[in-house]
C-alpha cells in the first residue's frame, strides 16, 4: 500500500538553510509533490518533481529524490519568517484515481 | 481571476442535519476532488470525479455524497451518517498538461458540528 511519512517539527533561525524529509513507499509513483499549508488556509503547490529527475531547483527551493531509498527532501535557502507552515510531502496513485496520499505534515517554525 | 472557490468558509451544523459544501472552479480542468483534513494529519480523499456525470468513492466516502452535474462545480453533502464530520474540508482540481499532472487547492470550509 501507499504510505507516506514525515518528521513532525523543525525549528530552525531566520537566514539558515531548512531541510523538510519524507519518505514513500509506492515505487511506481511518478510524481512527488511539496506543499505548503499557512494556519487556516488551503495547500498551495510549492513544487514537484517528476519521478526520473533527480533534483529539481526553483529559486530558493531544491527538490531532491533518491528513488532507490524512497527518499524526498525539500531544501529552503534563506529561510524567512514568512516561511513558517506546514509543508506536506505527497505521492500520486499509479490508479486512474490519480488522488494524492499525504504525509501528515512538518510544521516549520523559523525562529529570529 | 482564475481558481478555486469554497463557501462557505466556515460552516456549523447541528447534529442530524445534512449540510452542502461549494466548490467552483474556472480552471477548466476536468477532474477534481474532495479531501478530508483532520488536526496534525494529512488529507484523506473522500470523492473524486474525473468528468462531468461520473464520481467515485475514495478512502473515506462512508457518509458523504457528490454531484458532478457542471465541470466548475463539485458539492459535497455531509450526511447525518458521517459520525464524526467535524474536519477542515478540502476541494482540488486537476491540471493535466503535457509532463505537468498536478492538483490545486481551494482555501477550505471549516466544518463544525454543534
Known amino acids: 500500500g501507499e504510505d507516506v511519512e514525515q518528521s513532525l517539527f523543525l525549528s530552525v533561525r531566520e537566514g539558515d538553510s531548512s531541510v523538510i524529509n519524507c519518505t514513500y513507499t509506492?515505487?511506481?509513483?511518478?510524481?512527488l509533490y511539496w506543499y505548503k499549508q499557512e494556519p487556516g488556509a488551503g495547500l498551495q503547490l510549492l513544487t514537484y518533481?517528476?519521478?526520473?529527475?533527480d533534483m529539481k531547483q526553483d529559486q530558493r527551493l531544491t527538490v531532491l529524490l533518491n528513488k532507490k531509498d524512497k527518499h524526498l527532501s525539500l531544501r529552503i535557502a534563506d529561510t524567512q519568517t514568512g516561511d513558517s507552515a506546514i509543508y506536506f510531502c505527497?505521492?500520486?496513485?499509479?490508479?486512474?484515481?490519480?488522488?494524492?496520499?499525504f504525509g501528515s505534515g512538518t510544521q516549520l517554525t523559523v525562529l529570529p | 481571476d482564475g481558481g478555486i472557490t469554497q463557501s462557505p468558509k466556515y460552516l456549523f451544523r447541528k447534529e442530524g442535519q445534512n449540510v452542502t459544501l461549494s466548490c467552483e472552479q474556472n480552471?477548466?480542468?476536468?477532474?477534481m476532488y474532495w479531501y478530508r483534513q483532520d488536526p496534525g494529519q494529512g488529507l484523506r480523499l473522500i470523492y473524486y470525479?474525473?468528468?462531468?456525470?461520473?464520481?467515485q468513492k475514495g478512502d473515506i466516502a462512508e457518509g458523504y455524497s457528490v454531484s458532478r452535474e457542471k465541470k466548475e462545480s463539485f458539492p459535497l453533502t455531509v450526511t447525518s451518517a458521517q459520525k464524526n464530520p467535524t474536519a477542515f474540508y478540502l476541494c482540488?482540481?486537476?491540471?493535466?498538461?503535457?509532463?505537468?499532472?498536478?492538483?490545486?487547492f481551494g482555501p477550505g470550509t471549516r466544518l463544525t458540528v454543534l
Open positions: 518533481i517528476f519521478s526520473n529527475m
Open positions: 505527497a505521492e500520486i496513485s499509479s490508479g486512474s484515481a490519480r488522488q494524492l496520499t
Open positions: 480552471l477548466n480542468h476536468d477532474a
Open positions: 482540488a482540481s486537476r491540471r493535466t498538461s503535457g509532463r505537468e499532472d498536478t492538483q490545486y
Open positions: 470525479s474525473q468528468i462531468v456525470n461520473d464520481f
Open positions: 509506492d515505487s511506481s509513483s511518478t510524481y
